[in-house]
Nanobody, 116 residues
Framework: QVQLAESGGGLVQVGGSLRLSCVAS????????MAWFRQAPGKEREFVAS????????TYTDSVKGRFTISRDNAKNMVYLQMNSLKFEDTGVYYC?????????WGQGTQVTVSS
């Protein structure tokens, strides 16, 4: 059973930056492709970024390309999301999980609110 715990969210102004962290416990995630997802108010959860098991390749949804960077530290069983040049539309709850379905049980997520 994998437990995922996200942190690092908060209230930030437009143009600001945040670094999200995700720690996994109960399982070694080093052999799994991982991803970040987000859910805006009133919308379904959507894919944001993914990283393969080795960290050698990443993918991003178009709206965050050039602004967000996903990374991982397999020794620490952690995944990160560096978010720069934040926009209003980046507001939401951010979750990490394995990239492909069936995903593991979702963590509580971390709230990111971008304001003026």
């Amino acid at each position: 059973q994998v437990q995922l715990a996200e942190s690092g969210g908060g209230l930030v102004q437009v143009g600001g930056s945040l670094r999200l962290s995700c720690v996994a416990s109960g399982r070694d995630i080093s052999t799994w492709d991982m991803a970040w997802f987000r859910q805006a108010p009133g919308k379904e959860r959507e894919f944001v970024a993914s990283i393969i098991w080795s960290g050698g390749s990443t993918t991003y949804t178009d709206s965050v390309k050039g602004r967000f960077t996903i990374s991982r530290d397999n020794a620490k069983n952690m995944v990160y999301l560096q978010m720069n040049s934040l926009k209003f539309e980046d507001t939401g709850v951010y979750y990490c999980n394995r990239r492909t379905k069936p995903q593991w049980t979702w963590g509580q997520g971390t709230q990111v609110t971008v304001s003026s």
